[in-house]
């Protein structure tokens, strides 16, 4: 069974531009979630979507950051305009559904450097 | 308001010697409690969970975990660690919200000396 993929692995890029990571689920998983992991600090969710729809979205900065998950399959995360502050690794997770009682299957992650 | 304690940030052990890795939590109910693992350069892998029973539970690698109440902890141990348990490791609490999401502890970096 294919784990859950992310791409691209790493981007470096200029405060003010804009960024997109992209995530592929496992097949057959309802709920896709996305993290922000700054450096020395546990994954915080920044949005959970239940097949396409948003579940919660309570800590993602709406001013600056978007997602979507077309289908209830792939999704997208985007940053636009990037700041100094959202250097960090971006998690995107899936589960068959949601609820703590099912395990999340996390991807290796996009490491997003701003300068 | 839901939030887990990791004291330790780092913790050095000799390879063959045993491992405890603290957590505390807070929460106003009875918690799903989690301990995953993270790779340099990879995603966080499930080592164990705790929902109900049992306070004593069984991961995968060797690692086991005790629940306890009464100090509101869930601490991991392994009796003999191997250079390749090298990883940061994230304890995790909830289901909180309504979408029963996880709260994750800032992580311990484990480093193991030969």
């Known amino acids: 069974e294919a784990g859950v993929a992310q791409s691209p692995r790493y981007k470096i890029i200029e405060k003010r531009q804009s960024v997109a990571f992209w995530c592929n689920p496992i097949s057959g998983h309802a709920t896709l979630y996305w993290y922000q992991q700054i450096l020395g600090q546990g994954p915080k969710l920044l949005i959970q979507?239940?097949?396409?729809?948003?579940?919660?979205d309570s800590q993602l900065p709406k001013d600056r950051f978007s997602a979507e998950r077309l289908k209830g399959v792939d999704s997208t995360l985007k940053i636009q305009p990037a700041k100094l502050e959202d250097s960090a690794v971006y998690l995107c997770a899936s589960s068959l559904d949601p609820g703590a009682t099912y395990e999340q299957y996390f991807g290796p992650g996009t490491r997003l450097t701003v300068t | 308001a839901q939030s887990v304690t990791q004291p330790d940030i780092h913790i050095t052990v000799s390879e063959g010697a045993s491992l405890e890795l603290r957590c505390n939590y807070s929460?106003?109910?009875?918690?799903?409690l989690f301990w995953y693992v993270q790779s340099p350069g990879q995603g966080l892998q499930l080592l164990l969970k705790?929902?109900?029973?049992?306070?004593l539970v069984q991961g995968i690698k060797g690692f086991e975990a005790e629940f306890k109440r009464s100090q509101s902890s869930f601490n991991l141990r392994k009796p003999s660690v191997h250079w390749s348990d090298a990883a940061e490791y994230f304890c995790?609490?909830?289901?909180?919200?309504?979408?029963?999401?996880?709260?994750f502890g800032a992580g311990t970096i484990l480093r193991v000396k030969s």
């Open positions: 995790a609490v909830g289901p909180i919200g309504g979408g029963n999401k996880l709260v």
């Open positions: 705790y929902f109900s029973g049992d306070t």
């Open positions: 979507f239940q097949n396409n729809g948003v579940v919660d």
């Open positions: 929460y106003g109910a009875t918690p799903y």
